[in-house]
């Protein structure tokens, strides 16, 4: 599984292993994604209540899990 399409495709096999493993996959893709954009956001000028607003999560949900990267 390489492409976001292909996991896409393999998070909905009739094969559970398949699927689960797809979606794990899925699961880091979307965490790398929203650590991309939370910094990107932050570079910007952004604040926290911003981004949590965005994320649709509190500043201090936001904060504790991307405050340090």
């Known amino acids: 599984m390489t492409t976001e399409s292909d ?7 009739s ?5 689960l493993r797809a979606v794990r996959a899925l699961r880091r893709l979307l965490e790398e994604l929203e650590r991309t954009q ?14 949590g ?11 504790k899990k991307h405050g340090k990267d």
């Open 7 to 13: 996991l896409a495709t393999a998070a909905s096999a």
């Open 15 to 19: 094969d559970p292993r398949v699927g």
């Open 38 to 51: 939370v910094r990107r956001a932050r570079a910007q000028g952004w604040s926290w209540a911003e981004i």
């Open 53 to 63: 607003d965005a994320l649709e999560v509190s500043r201090q949900a936001v904060h």
